[in-house]
């Protein structure tokens, strides 16, 4: 089983549409949690960090359910400009120079 | 404020060869970690740097090496090439002292074509 799982897609949504990405985790003592994107051929970008408590960033929302080892993106209002690859990324257990594990990406394209 | 640098940005090399990767972190950044991102997949962990020393490894073979000089910068060689090395290299920085490595900033790359 992989560390971090996401669906890889592709998801292709009309303009303004509401697009959910999910992602499962392995490891139950992961500290931390992101959501970053990466456009084609270029370099990941920190898109918005995950907490248990949720957090919004104007229209992206990201959950957190430590339980189920799942975390999740939500997209209101989609633009053209959303259109790139959506990677899960996961923080190691607490202790020094936690790595990042990042997922497959999930490919969204956001059609006129 | 200069971010990530990374050279070359392209690089094409045969089977057996060696390669070297450059790496300058942002300013005020004292760490980096190099990650391989192969067609159609997530960036994977290879090594990280803080003062001077790999801090921690990924699951790479030797083959895979690395330093940091004082000035922060990096550098990743790999020898002995081999087709599956074929890739897109990324150095990311951060200001984390070698204790987490959360919250990097990524270079643009180095795609590395092996034939």
């Known amino acids: 089983r992989k560390e971090v799982e996401q669906d890889p897609g592709p998801f292709n949504v009309p303009e303004g549409a509401t697009v959910a990405f999910n992602c499962t985790y392995s490891n139950s003592a992961s500290q931390s949690f992101f959501w970053y994107r990466q456009d084609c051929r270029k370099e990941p970008k920190l898109l918005m960090s995950?907490?248990?408590s949720g957090n919004e960033d104007g229209r992206f929302t990201a959950q957190l359910n430590r339980a189920s080892q799942y975390i999740s993106l939500l997209i209101r209002d989609s633009k053209l400009s959303d259109s790139a690859t959506y990677l899960c990324?996961?923080?190691?257990?607490?202790?020094?120079?936690?790595?990042?594990?990042f997922g497959s990406g999930t490919q969204l394209t956001v059609l006129p | 404020d200069a971010g990530v640098t990374q050279s070359p940005t392209h690089l094409i090399k045969t089977r057996g060869q060696q390669v070297t990767l450059r790496c300058s972190p942002k300013?005020?950044?004292?760490?980096v970690s190099w990650y391989q991102q192969a067609l159609g997949q997530g960036p994977q962990f290879i090594f990280q740097y803080y003062e001077e020393e790999e801090r921690q490894r990924g699951n790479f073979p030797d083959r895979f090496s690395g330093h940091q000089f004082p000035n922060y910068s990096s550098e990743l060689n790999v020898n002995a090439l081999l087709l599956g090395d074929s890739a897109l290299y990324l150095c990311?920085?951060?200001?984390?002292?070698?204790?987490?490595?959360?919250?990097?900033?990524f270079g643009s790359g180095t795609q590395l074509s092996v034939l």
């Open positions: 300013s005020g950044h004292d760490t």
């Open positions: 995950v907490y248990s």
């Open positions: 990311a920085s951060s200001p984390g002292r070698g204790i987490t490595n959360e919250k990097l900033f």
């Open positions: 990324v996961v923080g190691g257990p607490s202790g020094s120079a936690r790595q990042l594990t």
